[in-house]
Every structure is written in C-alpha cells, then in structure tokens.
C-alpha cells in the first residue's frame, strides 16, 4: 500500500494523474516516465516503484550461485567508455587471452561448489576461430551437464555472424546445439544513435543489437538486457533506450531482466570528463525502469558495480534482484570497482535479509531453487517459477 505520505508529495509534484496510472496498473507514457525522472522527491518516487516491486514479488529478493568467464579482453572495437578491453594480448599491452582448456577449466574447477550458472562474455577478438567459442560452450556442457550456460554478448553475436560469414540464426543455432542456455544483456548502451556515434561507433549497432535478441527470443533464447547510465545521455535518450526495450518485450516476450549499469570512470577514455554517476541518479533510474517497464517480470541491482549499500537501498526502488555471487568478474574490476571479487552466498543473504528482504536463488531462467527463511534456516527448494 503506497502511504498517504507519498500520495501527498506525489501530489505535490504534479505527478498525481501519474501515481493513479500506476495504481490503476495501467502503462505510463515515454513523458510520463520523462516526468518521474524529474520528480524533486526521491522517497516518493521510490515509494511508488517499491509498490508495484511488492505487488509482483513481495518482500522477495532474488540471486543466483554464478562464475563470471572473460576468456579474453583483446578486442576490436574501440568503445570510450571501456575500462576492459585491449588492443592485443602482448604483454606490454595488458591483454590476455585463455586457452581453450584453461578456459575450460577454470569453470569446471567449480564443479561441486554450488554454482548453478557460468556467465560468459569477451573482447571482440579479430584472431580466434569460430569454433573457439562454440568449443567452450561444447566442453564445458559436455564437463558439466547441469551449468546454465548464459554466453556471448547480442555484440559479440553480431561480431561473429560478420566475421564468419553466418546469419545470427546460424551463430545461435550452433550455439544452441553446444549448449547455450541464455544470452546476457550486456552491449546495449544506450541506443541513440547521437550517444552510440560518440562512445561506441564501431560495433554493433542498436537496430543489430535488438535483432540478435529478436532472433534469441524467436529460437526460444530467454536474455538479458541492459542500459549503461551516466555519459554523455540525456534523460529523454534514456526514456528512449526503455521505449525500444519495452516493444520489443511487447513482440517477443524474450527478456527476463532489466539492467541498468552505473558508468565507471576509472581507466578510460572519457573518465576524465564525467564523474562517477551519483546515488541520487542510480535509485531514480531504478525506480523509473520498475514503474516504465511494466511488461518486464525482473530489475536487477548489479551489485558489482554499484556497491552492497546502494544496492541494499535500491531494493527498496524497484529492484527485486541482486545478480549472484559474481566469482572471478574482471570487467567493471579493471574499471576501478572496488567491491569484493564474488560474494559468498551467506555475504548475500546478509546483504538482503538487512534491507529487510526474503532471499531467493533462482536459476538462469529465474525458477525458484530455495527460499530462505530466518537466519540459518532454508526452505525446502520449491519447483515454483519466480
């Protein structure tokens, strides 16, 4: 129940015809949303999102058992606002690439620990093969039957369907028969095409971008999406890059989470001229995409790279997710995140339970695997889809 307070300030800033809409489970308007963005009062707009939160998932909050893979970062591309790639893998250059095996490995190495999910993305590197990456999926599928296997960025798809001569039906089709699970969100950006010119105009573009996950989603691929915040966007191109995001779930149906990921200014090219997004600006993002993206069943909180506390806070902003235990990420670390590498399961629950949360895993496809009752109890895995 949203509280009086609320309505009132609400109210107050003109907002009220808005709240009703949302009360009324009805969907909001791109300047609607544009107006929420620019609500004076973060509480009251937090309170709103936090009740449609409540009202799909209750106090539930959930995460998921997961190793990060970057088998490379050598790439291409030339994206200002990465803090990852490099231009090759010479050692001078800080660049790496795994071989197979020890890509391998390092995941399998795992095996009995608990994890549930491997999450793969790299550099676009210009030298592997294309069976480089389907050998991975195949190895580790064929080394652990059970792993969800959520690989390969929509960007690294559109890279590989161009450099090897494939439809991306093709490159997900042979994926899929490897053992591919699910794609994960990350390449989208921001969608203008005025930002895209700027920071990344030289891998896929937003049209390809939706595509590759149009396609996914046709094959029966369940994904992940993203929108990177705090550059050079304005608040409409944010609304925008909600907009495409939204009519493509209203077609497909595909998506199972939205992402919105804090720009880290650490050791990059555009660093120097835009600070590190502010808390402020993180909670109202969140709460904007909970009440916006109403055909959208999850918001997740990356806790990577925003931190435990904004995090904790941002379950009370809409987000009902908090990703996983994040072993082995090296992204947004060589990004200048100083959050811990991985968090054990138990960190998470603390994370959760102490903003008065319930803690859930799930797996990739966001089944319920056990809610956590009380301190030091469990619940018996339930088979119930979140």
Same mark, same amino acid.
């Given at each position: 129940?949203?509280?009086?307070?609320?309505?009132?300030?609400?109210?107050?800033?003109?907002?009220?015809?808005?709240?009703d809409r949302v009360l009324e489970g009805?969907?909001?308007?791109?300047?609607?949303?544009?107006?929420? !963005?620019?609500?004076?009062?973060?509480?009251?707009?937090?309170?709103?999102?936090?009740?449609?939160?409540? #009202?799909?998932?209750?106090?539930?909050? !959930?995460?998921?058992?997961?190793?990060?893979?970057? !088998?490379?970062?050598?790439?291409?591309?030339?994206?200002?606002?990465?803090?990852?790639?490099?231009?090759?893998?010479?050692?001078? =250059?800080?660049?790496?690439?795994?071989?197979?095996?020890?890509?391998?490995?390092?995941?399998?190495?795992?095996?009995?620990?608990?994890?549930?999910?491997?999450?793969?993305?790299?550099?676009?590197?210009?030298?592997?093969?294309?069976?480089?990456?389907?050998?991975?999926?195949?190895?580790?599928?064929?080394?652990?039957?059970?792993?969800?296997?959520?690989?390969?960025?929509?960007?690294?798809?559109?890279? !590989?369907?161009?450099?090897?001569?494939? =439809?991306?039906?093709?490159?997900?089709?042979?994926?899929?028969?490897?053992?591919?699970?699910?794609?994960?969100?990350?390449?989208?950006?921001?969608?203008?095409?005025?930002?895209?010119?700027?920071?990344?105009?030289?891998?896929?573009?937003?049209?390809?971008?939706?595509?590759?996950?149009?396609? #996914?989603?046709?094959?029966?691929?369940? =994904?992940?999406?993203?929108?990177?915040?705090?550059?050079?966007?304005?608040?409409?191109?944010?609304?925008?890059?909600?907009?495409?995001?939204?009519?493509?779930?209203?077609?497909?149906?595909?998506?199972?989470?939205?992402?919105?990921?804090?720009?880290?200014?650490?050791?990059?090219?555009?660093?120097?001229?835009?600070?590190?997004?502010?808390?402020?600006?993180?909670?109202?993002?969140?709460?904007?995409?909970?009440?916006?993206?109403?055909?959208?069943?999850?918001?997740?909180?990356?806790w990577v790279m925003i931190g435990e506390?904004?995090?904790?806070?941002?379950?009370?902003?809409?987000?009902?997710?908090?990703?996983?235990?994040?072993?082995?990420?090296?992204?947004?670390?060589?990004?200048?995140?100083?959050?811990?590498?991985?968090?054990?399961? #138990?960190?998470?629950?603390?994370?959760?339970?102490?903003?008065?949360?319930?803690?859930?895993?799930?797996? =990739?496809?966001?089944?319920?695997?056990?809610?956590?009752?009380?301190?030091?109890?469990?619940?018996?895995?339930?088979?119930?889809?979140?």
């Amino acid at each position: 129940m949203l509280s009086s307070l609320a309505h009132r300030a609400l109210e107050r800033a003109g907002l009220g015809e808005v709240r009703d809409r949302v009360l009324e489970g009805k969907r909001i308007t791109e300047e609607e949303a544009l107006r929420l !963005f620019r609500c004076p009062d973060l509480a009251a707009l937090g309170a709103l999102a936090n009740h449609v939160r409540e #009202a799909r998932h209750g106090d539930r909050t !959930f995460y998921n058992r997961n190793v990060h893979l970057n !088998f490379t970062n050598v790439c291409v591309a030339s994206c200002k606002f990465c803090s990852f790639a490099r231009p090759d893998d010479r050692q001078a =250059s800080e660049g790496y690439t795994m071989p197979l095996e020890e890509s391998v490995q390092s995941v399998l190495r795992r095996k009995g620990s608990g994890i549930t999910e491997v999450h793969i993305v790299n550099g676009l590197h210009p030298d592997l093969p294309w069976s480089h990456y389907v050998d991975v999926v195949r190895k580790l599928r064929q080394g652990w039957p059970e792993l969800a296997i959520k690989a390969y960025t929509a960007v690294e798809i559109h890279f !590989f369907a161009e450099k090897f001569g494939k =439809s991306y039906e093709q490159v997900l089709r042979e994926l899929l028969d490897a053992g591919l699970t699910t794609l994960p969100g990350g390449g989208a950006e921001i969608f203008a095409s005025r930002v895209r010119r700027k920071i990344c105009d030289d891998k896929a573009t937003a049209e390809q971008w939706l595509e590759v996950h149009r396609v #996914a989603h046709r094959l029966g691929i369940k =994904s992940n999406t993203t929108m990177l915040y705090g550059t050079i966007e304005t608040l409409e191109e944010r609304v925008d890059h909600m907009a495409r995001l939204r009519a493509l779930q209203d077609e497909t149906g595909g998506f199972q989470v939205f992402i919105p990921l804090a720009f880290h200014p650490e050791h990059n090219m555009i660093g120097k001229a835009f600070p590190k997004p502010t808390g402020f600006d993180g909670l109202r993002t969140y709460a904007v995409a909970r009440l916006f993206l109403d055909n959208f069943d999850h918001l997740k909180a990356y806790w990577v790279m925003i931190g435990e506390r904004l995090a904790q806070t941002a379950l009370s902003f809409g987000v009902d997710d908090l990703d996983g235990t994040v072993l082995e990420e090296r992204i947004y670390h060589m990004a200048g995140a100083q959050t811990p590498q991985g968090l054990t399961e #138990a960190g998470l629950h603390r994370l959760i339970r102490s903003a008065g949360r319930v803690p859930v895993e799930r797996d =990739s496809l966001y089944h319920v695997l056990r809610l956590h009752g009380p301190e030091g109890a469990a619940g018996a895995p339930r088979a119930a889809t979140a």
